[in-house]
């Protein structure tokens, strides 16, 4: 799956993953590598990776588009899932890390308590993104409740430096009372815009998502982007984070095909939504990745 060109090697530590996918060509924009201030949370990036060994032309290693995905123990498979979809696809060289709360607990830069309305354990964590990447470069946060269809080369084509974030700028008020595994469902502005965010993270503006600021700040300003000026939020098609039961697809408009899907209700992964809206999609993936796991053991 990772392409004649690439040599793997994979080194496992204890529950951590890391992944260093190099594929394909360089880009324009510059994904700088990762580089992390506190050292016990390099680490932990640093303790399980899987590395290939592709260089460019005059030998050097390509730059890397780095994605964190957000993690919780309940949703470890869709985690694996999203991953493995993002890897599969990628025509770019990419760096997969999950966001994991008790990593982050560990290394010192994470102490919020949970809170009762929290569906997951990444609902805040999530906005580490810029100090996890040393705020250099471009870098993504994504749920792991997504399924990527297209490149994600893609969606770096439509990267703009002048903005400090980019997302799909949903108008989204749910109608369910609960979600996933029994969860409580909340409204609020600008629902599902965090949920998959693009981060100039060398932007001055994205230097206040410090440690700090995301242990102690309200669900408004960070969910909100309060911190931003409105003009800073440029917009991604919404096709990049299409909204199971609330996006539609229509016939014979290439435009609203979904390029990366989000069962933001729930998953099949969840016994109660395991015939959603394109569930089969999400079946299939996890069943060829659990294929191509039971060949590397």
Known sequence: MYGSNSTVERRDHGSICSEYFLKGRRKKNGFSRISIYSPSLYKWIAMSTMTSDVKKSNGEEPLKLKIFIGYDPREDLAYEVCRYSILKRASIPVEVTPIKQSELRKAGVYWRERGKLESTEFSFSRFLTPYLANYE????????????????????????????????????????????DGAVQTVYPRKNWSSMVLYNCGHPKNKVLTPEVVNSESGAFLHRFQWLDDDEIGEVPFVWNFLVGHNKVVEGDPSTFPK??????????????????????????????????????
């Open 137 to 180: 470069g471009w870098a993504m946060f994504v749920d792991c409740d997504f399924l990527y269809l297209n490149d994600i080369d893609e969606l770096c084509e439509i990267i703009d430096d002048k903005f400090a974030v980019m997302c799909v700028q949903h108008d989204y008020t749910p109608k369910e009372k609960t979600k996933m």
């Open 260 to 297: 990366a899907i989000h069962y933001t209700l729930g998953g099949p992964w969840f016994e109660a939504w395991k015939d959603c809206e394109f569930g089969d999609l999400w079946i299939k993936e996890m069943e060829e990745y659990k294929a191509v796991v039971q060949k590397q053991e």
